[in-house]
């Protein structure tokens, strides 16, 4: 079963949004979860992590983003802040470290300057 990911949208430099996961019980029984992100053209690359009580973030994003869990809704968030238009791309959600069979269709984030 794929991961859904939600939230995304179209918002100005300087907005938020938060992105929302969901999947099934054995999924998020995995012990990191994390937030990916695929700009055309380029390949995907992850925003940040989440293991255990540890979170990782990518340089780009440190003191913007903040990942989130909760293990008792199946759920995976990613807060966005201060978006900046480098910030757009399509954001997936998926284990960490990633599983092939796990990529759905992501959300779209667009930040327009």
């Known amino acids: 079963v794929q991961l859904q990911a939600s939230g995304g949208g179209s918002v100005q430099a300087g907005g938020s949004l938060r992105l929302s996961c969901e999947g099934s019980r054995t999924t998020f029984s995995s012990l990191g979860m994390g937030w990916y992100r695929q700009v055309p053209g380029k390949d995907r690359e992850r925003v940040a992590f989440?293991?255990?009580?540890?979170?990782n973030y990518a340089d780009s994003v440190k003191g913007r983003f903040t990942i989130s869990r909760d293990n008792d809704k199946n759920s995976l968030y990613l807060e966005m802040h201060d978006l900046k238009p480098e910030d757009t791309g399509i954001y997936y959600c998926n284990r960490f470290p990633p599983s092939n069979v796990l990529w759905g269709q992501g959300t779209q984030v667009t930040v327009s300057s």
């Open positions: 989440i293991r255990g009580g540890t979170t």
